[in-house]
């Protein structure tokens, strides 16, 4: 390259504002990688296959002529571009479509494959319906357990009432030790002879709580005349057995 005359009027008309100079460069050197890469495009030797999916898409893309021994002989029975084949014309108008396999794998893997996806959305269907209905199941005993629970917890309050009242009527009727020990209400605090005569008379019996309620209140309603639920005493049986709805808390709901 020559050199630049710094006293030539060329040089002196150029625009030298700060930092001009920078960005005419930048654009340069881009213009110049834009031309190299489209250079490099036009030079790149396109591979075989390229090649061969050219060939195939423009021949696929032209209709066939009279050189072609088939066509020649559809023609000469009678067939015309843009017909459906078949003698009353109920045929095909469009060539079957080709499948062309580029892969390297065996016939049928790709249905083998497809298969196999169906397969494998099916157990994670199969999956989610079986988690779902387990959540739904857990529901459900959690619902049940709850429910038990309070009923459970209910029974021991409606239990620790039929105490209470036992002891206070049979106390009014000078009976100081009860028909069973579990049928009054045992205190906290019992000077015992040992631990072990403790433990014995704190438990009971085997019998449930429900077991324990319904023998109690049958005890207060044949002994007492009283009913828990009504939190009546009556003068007798028969007034009992006439006035109060049942020997239950479902009868008396």
Not at 67 to 86: D, I, P, R, V
Not at 157 to 170: E, I, M, T, V, Y
Request: charged fraction near 40%; aromatic fraction near 6%.
């Amino acid at each position: 390259d020559e050199e630049e005359d710094y006293m030539s009027d060329l040089f002196i008309k150029q625009d030298v504002r700060p930092g001009l100079p920078m960005v005419r460069r930048v654009k340069e050197a881009i213009q110049k990688e834009e031309k190299q890469k489209e250079a490099n495009e036009k030079n790149r030797q396109k591979s075989i296959k390229e090649e061969e999916k050219e060939r195939r898409d423009l021949v696929l893309k032209s209709a066939l002529g009279n050189e072609n021994k088939g066509f020649a002989l559809l023609q000469k029975m009678g067939y015309k571009t843009g017909q459906a084949l078949g003698k009353s014309g109920e045929g095909i108008v469009e060539p079957i479509p080709l499948n062309i396999k580029t892969g390297r794998s065996g016939l049928g893997h790709e249905e083998l494959k497809k298969r196999k996806a169906e397969e494998k959305l099916e157990n994670y269907r199969q999956k989610l319906h079986m988690k779902k209905q387990a959540n739904e199941e857990a529901a459900d005993q959690f619902r049940i357990r709850f429910k038990t629970k309070q009923e459970e917890r209910k029974m021991e309050g409606d239990l620790r009432k039929s105490q209470r009242a036992c002891q206070q009527l049979d106390m009014q009727k000078d009976i100081d030790v009860p028909k069973e020990t579990w049928f009054w209400i045992e205190p906290e605090e019992e000077d015992k002879k040992d631990e072990e005569d403790k433990e014995d008379e704190c438990t009971s019996s085997d019998l449930s709580v429900s077991e324990k309620l319904h023998i109690l209140t049958a005890y207060l309603r044949e002994e007492h005349f009283y009913c828990i639920w009504c939190g009546t005493t009556y003068e007798d049986s028969e007034d009992l057995s006439s006035n109060c709805p049942g020997d239950s808390a479902a009868d008396h709901d």
